[in-house]
């Protein structure tokens, strides 16, 4: 069965360093999100993107966040200049748009930021 | 700002009992409401879908219920197994359209005990 993957599947950086997530939603799908879960917190929304274009995104996302479709199967979220409080599990999902409203959700980033 | 509330943490159920799950919801009701699983250190797993004119969805042992006079949701898993511990997740979906971000409740920690 098609699943959405992630890379890496932990990823440690200094404050202030960038760091890109890598995503390959299910190959068919046209909505593509980022979603982000401190830890023993909830399931956040960050942004949705469809048509090579940002659809919606949360107050979360700000100028430090940026996500991009580089060719027609990855899709990152690239946070500039990183800070503690962005330590996080991160996870991308997809939706077909055709049918149904679920999204599917890959196995997720976990970010430390030291 | 909309506050969704999940029942409790944790529920502890006998195996083959029904376990209950709830999610209230402020403000508005959404367009959609789902249903996910969580297992530690995963990415959610979409379950069911109820549409807001809908009072009632099954599927196998799982069946959720909408009452948007309530705003409440209500998750039934019947015979239940030690299998289905996990967090189950509460999400809505505000309008039809795909860019939507889904807002996540807390979860409820579900122990099913043999």
């Known amino acids: 069965e098609p699943e959405v993957t992630q890379t890496p599947s932990h990823q440690v950086t200094q404050m202030g360093q960038e760091v890109i997530l890598r995503c390959v939603p299910i190959s068919n799908h046209l909505y593509f999100y980022w979603y982000r879960q401190i830890l023993g917190q909830k399931v956040e929304f960050l942004v949705s993107?469809?048509?090579?274009?940002?659809?919606?995104k949360s107050e979360i996302f700000d100028d430090q966040f940026s996500v991009e479709r580089p060719d027609g199967s990855n899709f990152t979220l690239k946070i500039r200049s990183t800070k503690l409080e962005d330590s996080a599990m991160y996870f991308c999902?997809?939706?077909?748009?055709?049918?149904?409203?679920?999204?599917?959700f890959g196995p997720g980033t976990r970010l430390t930021v030291l | 700002s909309q506050k969704i509330e999940q029942n409790s943490e944790a529920l502890n159920i006998q195996e083959g009992k029904t376990a209950t799950l709830t999610c209230n919801y402020t403000n508005y009701s959404p367009a959609y409401l789902q249903w996910y699983r969580q297992d530690p250190g995963r990415g959610p797993v979409f379950l069911l879908l109820?549409?807001?004119?809908?009072k009632e969805k099954r599927k196998e042992r799982l069946k959720v219920t909408f009452d948007t006079t309530l705003k409440q949701s209500l998750f039934h898993i019947t015979a239940s197994q030690p299998a289905d511990s996990a967090t189950y997740l509460c999400?809505?979906?505000?309008?039809?359209?795909?860019?939507?971000?889904?807002?996540f409740g807390k979860g409820t920690h579900l122990i099913i005990q043999p």
């Open positions: 999400a809505l979906m505000y309008s039809g359209g795909g860019a939507d971000g889904l807002t």
């Open positions: 109820i549409r807001e004119n809908e």
């Open positions: 999902a997809s939706n077909p748009r055709t049918s149904g409203k679920e999204q599917f």
């Open positions: 993107f469809y048509n090579n274009e940002i659809s919606e």
